[in-house]
C-alpha cells in the first residue's frame, strides 16, 4: 500500500481521553429559534410590521393635524367635506377632521384589543392552571363555574353590565374581558393536564416543590407558547367585538370614538360620502387582517413539533 | 452489611388506581402494586426488576409519595411516611430523592442547567447568592460537567449529560436515599457504563443507598447487592444478586434470566432459551391464585386455587408453589 | 455470488438552521441472498438514517443525500421516481420499525392492514389477499389467526403488534427485510420471542435481513455479519465471530467492555467509553473516534483512517493495523499483529 503519511506519526498521541464535553452547536433558546422561524415567515413579518406601524399612528396621528377628534364645525362649508391637503381624510357631518378621528378611534379599538388580551391572560392563566394543576374536585369545580358562565350569552351580558355601571371603555374592558379570560382558561387547563405527568414536573414535586412554584415556574412557561398565539389572536376578536357592539349602540360614548363607532357612522352616509365608511373601515379590517396573520405565524413559529 | 439498619421498610404496600371504564362510568381497579413488602438497608443497593406494567415504577413513586399508597406502610428511618403530613413529606424529601428514566423529559426545557439544579436549593432554603452559585458548580463538577455548562438549556445535551444533570439534582439536597427509577434504560451502552459508574462512586464516596429499578438484568446485577424480581405487582422472588443469578427457583425468574442477550456468539447457540408463550395479563383482572400462572411451563392445579406466599431465609425467598 | 443490495459510498447530510449534520459519511457494504447483516452503533451513528436512505424514506428538506448509490440487483434505488419507488416498497424491500404502537394505522382491522398490502403488490383478488395474509398470520405465530383478522391494533400488545407488523411487512415476500430496531421498544421476553421468530422466518423463507440495532447482544444471536458504525461511518465490518473473539477497533472494543458480564461473581467496575461522540454539525478531520479512544496515534488527529483488511472479510478503520504501526501497538500496550 503506497503511503505518503510518514512513519514519524504512527506513535502515541497523548491526551486527555473523553475529556471533550464542549458545546459546538451556538447557544439557541427557544425564544430566539421561535424568533428566527418567524423572521422567516414573509407574511408574518409583514403583519408585524403593519401592527407596529398601526401602533406608532394610534399615539401619533392625533397630533399630525391641528384638529382635535372632538372640535366641530358646524358651518356647511366645513361638513361632510372630502379628502384635501387640509383635511386628508374629508370631515364629517358635524365637521370635524376624519384623519384625527380615525386614528384616535384606532387608539381606542388597539387599547380595547389589548388591554381585553392582558385580562383574559392574566386570569385565564392562573385560573386554567390553578385548576389543571390540582386536579380533582377543585378542578370540578372550577370548570363548572366556567361553563356556566360561558352559557350566558355574550349580549345579555354587556347590555346588563350597561346597566348597571355606565356605558363607556371601561364597560367595555370589563365586559369583554370577563367573556374572554373563559376560553383562555380552558386552553391553559388543557395544556398544563397535559404536562403535568411529565417527568421534570414529577422530579419538582419530588424536591419538595410547592403547587404555586409549580404551576408558575414549570407548567406555565412550558405552555407559553400556545398562550401567547391565543392572546395575540384575542386582540382582532376583541376589537371586532367592540366594533359590533359600536353598531348596537352599546359601544364607547360620543364624543369619543372607535373604529367601529366610525364604521357604524359612517354606514348612514354611505350614499353620499362615501370615504366617510371607507377610511375607518379599511383600517380596521387591515388591523385585523395584521394580526391574524401574525398570530398565525407565531403559531407556526412556536410549534414545538419543528423544533430540532 | 447484615448488621446494618433497615433504612426503609416497605410493609404490604398497595396502590390501585381507580379507572372508568365504558360509556356507563363502569368502576374498575388497576393494581399496580399489590401488596409488597421488602426491606433496604442502610448504603446497601436493592435492585427492582421487572417487565413494562408490573408496576416498579409505581412502588417508586409511591414511596416518595407521588403517589399516595392504597393501603400499607412506607417506614423511612422508623418514621411513617404513608401518614406524614405535608411538611413532614418536605423534611423527607431532603433524605430521598429520585433519579429519573428519560433524561428528555425530567429536565424542564425552559429552564437553565444551573436554574434546574439550583431550584432544590431555593426550595428548601440551602443556599443563596454566591454560595448557591458555588455549590451549583460543586455539583457540576461531582457529575463530571463544568461551571460552563450551566447557562446552558437542557436541549444542548446529550442523553447522558442530561442524566448526570438529573443526578446533579437529585444530590443537591444532600439525600441519603435515592431510587433511580430506570435511569439508563434511554441512555446508549457506552454511556449507561459511564452513568452506572459514576452512581457506583457516588455510593462510595457520599455513602448513598440506592433502591435500583430496571429492566436490564445485567445492569441491575452489576450494581446492586440484592435484587426483587416484580411480576405484575407482586415481588416474586427476592434475593442477594449473586445467589438468584447462580440459583433463581421462581420460573419467571428463570425466564428472564435466559431472555438476556448475551454479546457472545458461542454461548448465544449453545444456550437453551426458554421462550415464555403469550403477553403479561392485564393488571386490571389479575389470574386467581399465583398470577404468573398463565404463561408458567410448570403450572400445576394448585397455582390456581391458592395465591403462593413467600418461603426461603433471609437471603433468598420465592413465592411459588412449585 | 449474487449481489443482491450495494450501498456505495452512500452520504446523506441534514439540512438545519445551524448548519450542515452530515449524518452518514460514506458508507458502503453489500448485501448477499438470504443473508442477515447487522448494523450496530449508538444513537445518532447514522444507522437509522442509512436504513431510511435505502427506503428513501427520509424528509427531504431537510435531508439530502449528497453522493453514493443503493443498487438492489444492479437498479440504483436512488434514481428511481417516487411511484417506481412505492412499487418497490413493501413488495422487494419491507421495513419494520422501533414502535409498534404508531406504525400500524389504528383505525383499520389490523388482517386488513396486512392483506391490503398483498392487494396492491401481488395483484390478487380480496379472497386470495385474505388467504395470504391469514397464512402470515399463523406464520408470525398468531394463536387464533381468523380471529386476529377482525381485530385492531389497540387490542393487541406491543409484541402481538411487532409480530403482525412482521407479518405485513413480509406478505409480499420482499427480497430484503430492514429491521429498524425492532425489539427496542419490547420487553426481554418479548424481544426474545420476537428475535426467535426473526431467526425462524429467515429459515423459512430465506429473506435477507438488515438489522439495525444499538445491542450487541441480540445480534449475536440473529445474524451472521455484523457492521459497526460510529459517526456516520462504519468503522468495523466482519462476520459474527470476528467482531466478537477478535474485533480490532477501539470502538468494538468499548462496545464489548461496556456491558457487564453475566457470568462474573465479582463485582467489578465496568469501562465505560469516556466522553461524547462528536456533533456531526462539524465533523472532525482525522479519525471521529480519537477523542475517546485510549490508544490513538499522532496520524489519528489529522488522518481519517481507511479501511483495512484484518482478515478476510473483516475490515476495520483504525490506523492500529496500518504495518508502521506495529511499534506503537507495542507501546500502548497493544499485541503485535502477525
Known sequence: ?????????????????????????PSTTYWQDAWRRLKMNKGAMAGLVIVIIMLIMAIIGPYLTPYTYDAQQLVSEYTNLPSSSEHWFGTDDLGRDLFTRVWHGARVSLLIGFVSALVQFLIGVTYGGISGYLGGWVDEVMMRIVEVLSGIPFLLYVVLLMVVLEPGLHTILIALGAVYWLSMARLVRGQVLSLKEQEYVLAARALGASPWRIIFRHLIPNCMGPILVYSTLAIPEAIFAEAWLSFLGLGVSAPAASLGMLVSDGISSIRLYPWQLFYPAFFISLTILAFNIFGDGLRDALDPRLRK | MKNKENILEVRNLKKYFPLVTGFFGKYSVLKA??????????????????????????????????????????????????????????????????IFQDPYASLNPRMTVSDIIGEPLDIHRLAKGKARKDRIHELLHLVGLNAEHATRYPHEFSGGQRQRIGVARALAVEPEFIICDEPISALDVSIQAQVINLLDELQETLGLTYLFIAHDLAMVKHISDRIAVMYLGKIVEIADSNELFANPLHPYTKALLSAIPVPDPEIAKNRKRIILEGDVPSPINPPAGCRFRTRCWEAKDICAQQEPLFKGNSRHQVACHI | ???????????????????????????????????????????????????????????????????????????????????????????????????????????????????????????????????????????????????????????????????????MSLACEPKVLIADEPTTALDVTIQAQILELMKDIQKRLDTAIILITHDLGIVADVCHRVMVMYAGKIVESGSIEDIYQYPEHPYTWGLLKSVPRLDSQERHRLVPIPGQPPDLIKPPVGCAFMPRCKYALKVCVEHDPPNFQAADGHQAACWLLHPDAQAAREAVGLEARS
Do not use: W
Request: one cysteine or more; glycine letters at 8%; aromatic letters at 4%.
Open chain 2, 33 to 98: 402494586v399489590d401488596d409488597i413488602s421488602f426491606n433496604i438497608k442502610r448504603g446497601e443497593t436493592l435492585g427492582l426488576v421487572g417487565e413494562s406494567g408490573c408496576g416498579k415504577t409505581t412502588v417508586g413513586r409511591t414511596l416518595l409519595r407521588l403517589y399516595e399508597p392504597t393501603a400499607g406502610e412506607i417506614l423511612f428511618d422508623n418514621k411513617n411516611i404513608v401518614t406524614a403530613s405535608a411538611s413532614e413529606i418536605r423534611l423527607i424529601r431532603r433524605k430521598m430523592q429520585m
Open chain 3, 1 to 167: 455470488m449474487t449481489r443482491l443490495l450495494d450501498v456505495k459510498n452512500l452520504k446523506v447530510s441534514f439540512l438545519i438552521p445551524a448548519g450542515e449534520v452530515q449524518a452518514v459519511r460514506g458508507v458502503t457494504f453489500s448485501l448477499e441472498k438470504g443473508e442477515s447483516v447487522a448494523i450496530v452503533g449508538e444513537s445518532g451513528c447514522g444507522k437509522s438514517v442509512t436504513a431510511h436512505a435505502i427506503m428513501r424514506l427520509l424528509q427531504s428538506p431537510p435531508a439530502v443525500i449528497r453522493d453514493g448509490s443503493v443498487l438492489l440487483e444492479g437498479r440504483n434505488l436512488l434514481d428511481l421516481t417516487e411511484k417506481e419507488m412505492q412499487k418497490l416498497r413493501g413488495n422487494e424491500i419491507g421495513m419494520i420499525f422501533q414502535d409498534p404502537m404508531t406504525s400500524l394505522n389504528p383505525t383499520m382491522k389490523v388482517g386488513k392492514q396486512i392483506a391490503e398490502g398483498v392487494k396492491l403488490h401481488m395483484n390478487v383478488n380480496e379472497k386470495e389477499a385474505k388467504r395470504r395474509a391469514l397464512d402470515m398470520e399463523n406464520l408470525v405465530g398468531f394463536p387464533n389467526p381468523e380471529r386476529r383478522y377482525n381485530q385492531y391494533p389497540h387490542e393487541f400488545s406491543g409484541g402481538m403488534r411487532q409480530r403482525a407488523m412482521i407479518a
Open chain 1, 1 to 25: 500500500m503506497v503511503d505518503p503519511i510518514s512513519k514519524m506519526l504512527f506513535h502515541p498521541f497523548t491526551h486527555k481521553i473523553g475529556e471533550d464535553e464542549a458545546i459546538v452547536r
